[in-house]
C-alpha cells in the first residue's frame, strides 16, 4: 500500500510539473507575441518618375505592393558606397531564397550616372534588374525623392567635386511608407533590415 501512496504522489507530482511548464511555456509565448516589434510610421515616400539601369521609368506605382530598401550611391564614389552595394548584394542573394523584398539603389550624382553607366556598375555586383533597381533622372527629381521625400542628407565636395550623401537605408513598405532608417556601415545592418522585413511580411499578412 505504501508503494502505491508514494506512486500515486509521484504521479501527481510529475503531471503537476507538466502543467506548470505549459503554462509557462505560453505565458513566454504570450510575453513574447506581445513585445513583437512595431516598426513606426515616418511617413509616405512622394511620387517619383526615375529611370532605371535599362533606361526604363520607374514610379512609386510600380513598387506598390512590394517591400523594398533604398540606398544612396553613385558609380564614381571612392568611399562609403562599394560597401553599401555590397551589404546590398548579401541583402539581395538572402531576400532572393523566397523572392522577398526588392533592393532600389538611387544616385545621388545623376548628371553623371547615367542608365548605361548604372547598368555596367550593376552588372558588376551581379544585379538582377527584376528584384534590384538602379535609378537615376533629373537631379531636381532625385533630390526631391532623397531629400525632401526621404529625409536623407545630399551635398557637394566642392574640393572634389563630388556628391556627399547619407549612408542609410530606409525600409519602405507595401503601401509606399518609410518604416526603418538603418546605418549601412553598421556590420549587423543585414540581420536588423531582414528583421524588419519578416516584421512587415507579418503585419502585410505576406507569404
Same mark, same amino acid.
Given at each position: ?71 544612396? *550611391? ?7 558606397? !562599394? +560597401? /553599401?552595394?555590397? #551589404?546590398? %548584394? ?15 539603389? *538611387? ?7 547615367? !542608365? +548605361? /553607366?548604372?547598368? #555596367?556598375? %550593376? ?85
Amino acid at each position: 500500500m505504501k508503494s502505491v501512496a508514494i506512486s500515486h504522489k509521484f504521479s501527481h507530482l510529475f503531471w503537476s510539473l507538466i502543467i506548470v511548464g505549459i503554462t509557462f511555456v505560453g505565458m513566454r509565448y504570450a510575453l513574447l507575441s506581445s513585445r513583437r516589434k512595431v516598426l513606426q510610421d515616418y511617413g509616405s515616400v512622394p511620387e517619383f518618375q526615375l529611370f532605371n539601369q535599362e533606361g526604363k521609368m520607374v514610379t512609386l506605382k510600380d513598387l506598390r505592393g512590394d517591400i523594398w530598401v533604398a540606398a544612396f *550611391i553613385f558609380t564614381r564614389c571612392q568611399g562609403p558606397c !562599394p +560597401t /553599401i552595394t555590397t #551589404r546590398m %548584394a548579401k541583402l539581395g542573394k538572402m531576400l532572393r531564397e523566397r523572392n522577398r523584398a526588392k533592393l532600389v539603389s *538611387i544616385t545621388v550624382d545623376p548628371d553623371y550616372d547615367t !542608365p +548605361t /553607366i548604372l547598368s #555596367r556598375y %550593376a552588372e558588376s555586383f551581379r544585379a538582377d534588374s527584376k528584384r534590384w533597381l538602379f535609378l537615376t533622372g533629373p537631379r531636381a527629381q532625385v533630390e526631391a525623392l532623397v531629400v525632401n521625400g526621404m529625409y536623407q542628407a545630399v551635398g557637394h565636395n566642392s574640393r572634389l567635386g563630388l556628391p556627399i550623401h547619407s549612408t542609410q537605408l530606409v525600409l519602405i513598405d507595401p503601401h509606399g511608407h518609410i518604416r526603418a532608417i538603418h546605418n549601412s556601415m553598421n556590420p549587423e545592418v543585414i540581420t536588423q533590415v531582414i528583421r524588419d522585413i519578416c516584421g512587415l511580411e507579418q503585419e502585410f499578412a505576406i507569404n
